[in-house]
């Protein structure tokens, strides 16, 4: 294979893992219209359109998703290859592919970022925040970081946190005008700031539990999204009520007066948050030392002597 077929090959697997060309490019190190030119060259030379392409949206054709799973393997061996043979040499070096949830982004990989960066200046963090629990095989993700009961099947996994406690909070203010509310089933009776999952777009059902009774709530009100910050805001704005994980920048509000609990002897926790990657994971010590640091672990000792 010519170098320039190979150039062609990469370029549409970033594609389509990434599903946008302006991330692809920004990836491979290209100009968006040098990436395309470079996709037209490809299907040209097989005669096929691999990609189908709108304003707002890329996706391989049938065609091209048939060439996709039969070239992605093999980039991933060849990944594999190549970082081992780095990691021979005693350096930690080469790109780590993370898929994450945005609670773990913002607590857990935002913060080290820094550190990580200082203690392996030749390692390159592709973070992806991705709530939609994407497949990290299908992907080409190395490692992802979900919440313990929504791990992929066949994984390992690394426990980051512990359990993480849900939390119904609500500003003063809209406390002092609409009440408090004092059982899951008066917040039918409030303004909710609601949940949408994405990975069916369905409206998430507030779950609630007290002495072994488990509760399940619609809510309605004037804010649906599927980003934490846009909810947590809209309840110090006093909109409504919100439910979120308590360490995804709600601890600190509760602790300024500027979010009050309520409905704190209903609240559950989920399994806490965990990184989990293939069992056939070639890049132990380039992913032992993202680990690591995600533990805030000493880094040192994973340094080239």
């Given at each position: 294979m010519r170098g320039s077929e190979y150039a062609e090959l990469r370029a549409f697997a970033a594609v389509v893992e990434r599903a946008s060309f302006a991330r692809a490019a920004e990836y491979l190190g290209l100009s968006p219209s040098a990436l395309?030119?470079?996709?037209?060259?490809?299907?040209?030379?097989?005669?096929?359109?691999?990609?189908?392409?709108?304003?707002?949206?890329?996706?391989?054709?049938?065609?091209?998703?048939?060439?996709?799973?039969?070239?992605?393997?093999?980039?991933?061996?060849?990944?594999?290859?190549?970082?081992?043979?780095s990691e021979a040499t005693g350096r930690v070096t080469g790109t780590l592919r993370v898929n994450t949830l945005g609670i773990a982004a913002r607590t857990l990989i935002g913060p080290r970022l820094a550190r990580f960066h200082q203690a392996y200046p030749d390692v390159v963090l592709d973070v992806v925040v991705d709530d939609a629990l994407a497949d990290i095989v299908t992907g080409r993700f190395d490692a992802g970081i979900r919440v313990g009961g929504r791990l992929e099947k066949d994984m390992i996994a690394v426990r980051l946190t512990p359990d993480l406690d849900m939390v119904a909070v609500a500003s003063p203010d809209y406390l002092a005008r609409r009440g408090t509310p004092k059982t899951p089933t008066d917040l039918q009776q409030h303004a909710c700031i609601n949940w949408r999952l994405q990975m069916d777009g369905r409206h998430y059902r507030?779950?609630?539990e007290k002495r072994g009774r488990r509760v399940e709530v619609?809510?309605?009100?004037?804010?649906?999204?599927?980003?934490?910050?846009?909810?947590?805001?809209?309840?110090?704005?006093?909109?409504?009520?919100?439910?979120?994980?308590?360490?995804?920048?709600?601890?600190?509000?509760?602790?300024?007066?500027?979010?009050?609990?309520?409905?704190?002897?209903?609240?559950?926790?989920?399994?806490?948050l965990f990184l989990y990657y293939p069992n056939r994971q070639h890049r132990a010590a380039l992913l032992g030392a993202f680990i690591d640091c995600l533990l805030d672990k000493d880094l040192v000792a994973r340094q080239p002597n």
């Open positions: 395309s030119q470079t996709i037209r060259q490809l299907e040209s030379r097989l005669g096929a359109r691999l990609l189908n392409r709108t304003t707002r949206s890329v996706a391989p054709s049938t065609s091209g998703e048939r060439l996709y799973k039969r070239i992605a393997p093999l980039f991933r061996e060849m990944d594999a290859a190549v970082a081992e043979a507030w779950e609630f619609a809510v309605e009100g004037p804010i649906v999204t599927n980003h934490a910050d846009i909810g947590v805001a809209a309840a110090v704005s006093g909109l409504g009520i919100a439910y979120h994980f308590e360490r995804d920048g709600v601890a600190e509000l509760l602790a300024q007066g500027q979010l009050v609990q309520v409905l704190s002897d209903w609240s559950i926790s989920r399994p806490g």
